[in-house]
């Protein structure tokens, strides 16, 4: 949708090289959030922001790590990217802490 | 990571039957949501729940948050074709602010 977008759609990169997504939003939200979605793991929470340089820690953090500089844009980094980070990742937006979160159409991200 | 059990994980069905899915947690939720997801594409929100046994509709598709607060059920009326794709739950507790996401239910509709 028109609200959030993320670049790539797609992306190859080899073992060790560093990667960055990018989420950007344009529906004024506090919060996002970013998944990566696995085969029989359903969607996991990797970090999330609470606002401008406010952010924290999901459950699948470990070797991720995001940045927030501005409200409309949400960044995922892979410092040294490993096979095991091959997955769809999603960004998703929120108004409040329980409302519905609406999500990007995804990252395809291939490790090799 | 915490997951909910969602059931069933994949069902084929013929156009114009009705469907029921459902999810369940150990833990209480204070707040059931229910998406859709189709190729390629993000999950799309579906129907949110916020009261234990309350009861919401949206179009053919109805959803509950079940009484005991550990489940929730939706169900999809004279299906179509365009029904078909992934339905996923998910649930937050009183006092977080994160969803825990069920696996999925795969749904195929034959015409």
């Known amino acids: 949708d028109a609200g959030i977008t993320q670049s790539p759609r797609h992306k190859v990169t080899e073992t060790g090289t560093p990667v960055t997504l990018r989420c950007h939003q344009t529906e004024n939200h506090r919060y996002m959030y970013w998944y990566r979605q696995d085969p029989g793991h359903g969607l996991r929470l990797i970090h999330y922001s609470y606002g401008v340089k406010d952010t924290d820690k999901g459950e699948v953090s470990d070797g991720y790590s995001v940045s927030r500089s501005k409200t409309e844009d949400f960044l995922l980094t892979l410092e040294s990217a490993t096979s095991s980070q091959t997955s769809v990742y999603f960004c998703a937006i929120s108004e409040s802490l329980s409302g519905g979160y609406t999500f990007g159409s995804g990252t395809r991200l291939t490790v090799v | 990571g915490q997951q909910l059990n969602q059931s069933p994980q994949s069902m084929f069905i013929q156009e114009g039957e009705d469907v029921s899915m459902n999810c369940t947690s150990s833990s209480i939720f204070n707040t059931w949501l229910w998406y859709k997801q189709e190729p390629g594409e993000g999950p799309v929100l579906l129907i949110a729940?916020?009261?234990?046994?309350e009861l919401t509709s949206n179009g053919r598709l109805t959803a509950q948050f079940g009484i005991t607060r550990k489940d929730s059920f939706l169900n999809i009326s004279a299906s179509i074709p365009s029904d078909v794709g992934i339905y996923f739950c998910a649930g937050q507790t009183s006092g977080t602010y994160k969803y825990i996401f069920g696996t999925g239910t795969r749904l195929k509709v034959l015409a």
């Open positions: 729940l916020y009261k234990a046994g």
